[in-house]
């Protein structure tokens, strides 16, 4: 079945301890994304990723960092997050661009105390 | 900075009325218009829009581009409970392939 999976769907933790978020695709995409979803604001692009060691900032970069070592995963790493970075997270991957849909992760739901 | 900007941010309706979503945009290098659902989790894709005055349709929903204008519409006729969702439209453009603006959304409510 063509997924997006994303790890973990929930995760509480506290202030400037280092979390991954994972995500993973099985259609050979080779473009992947993360956005952060907030009330009032809908969904905001982060970073994306247009095929392996190739990525750019969103709208929202500061304080994620992601890297494409292979072409199936694309992790949105927090250093030291915040309380501000609480929020649900999707990551998406669709083929070509935006000539294609995205197709989107169940979401990461990320609380930061 | 590119924008999309949705209109009404909520509606109420009763099953049977006919909806129009509004979706204006400012995007860079403008290459589609998306629709997505949003329920209960992930979007889910409902059309992609890249020229203009085509419409789109799929059952009840059907979608037009206007690309003078920066415009586009989201239509829902013969409106049922489970149309109820946060409707969503992104703009795809910008310096390379993979930038997508999303609006703010409209939130569909149906009752019976």
């Known amino acids: 079945e063509a997924q997006v999976t994303q790890n973990p769907r929930y995760l509480i933790t506290v202030t400037g301890k280092k979390l991954t978020v994972t995500c993973s695709q099985n259609?050979?995409?080779?473009?992947m994304s993360w956005y952060r979803q907030d009330p009032g604001l809908g969904l905001r692009q982060i970073y994306y990723s247009m095929n392996v060691e190739v990525t750019d900032k969103g709208d929202v970069p500061e304080g994620y960092k992601v890297s494409r070592k292979e072409k199936r995963n694309f992790p949105l790493i927090l250093e030291s997050p915040s309380p501000n970075q609480t929020s649900l997270y999707f990551c998406?991957?669709?083929?070509?661009?935006?000539?294609?849909?995205?197709?989107f992760g169940d979401g990461t739901r990320l609380s930061i105390l | 900075e590119d924008k999309v900007v949705q209109s009404p941010l909520s509606l109420v309706v009763h099953e049977g009325d006919t909806v129009t979503l509004n979706c204006s945009y400012e995007v860079t290098n403008f290459r589609s218009l998306l629709w997505y659902k949003q329920e209960k989790k992930a979007p889910t894709f409902l059309f992609m829009l890249t020229s203009s005055g085509i419409e789109k349709k799929s059952g009840r929903l059907s979608s037009i581009l206007d690309k003078k204008e920066l415009f586009s519409i989201l239509n829902i006729t013969a409106t049922q409970t489970g149309d109820s969702a946060v409707y969503l439209c992104a703009g795809s453009g910008g310096t390379s392939y993979g930038k997508l603006t999303f609006g703010q959304g409209t939130i569909l409510t149906v009752h019976p």
């Open positions: 259609m050979n995409h080779e473009y």
């Open positions: 998406a991957s669709n083929q070509q661009g935006g000539n294609q849909p995205q197709h």
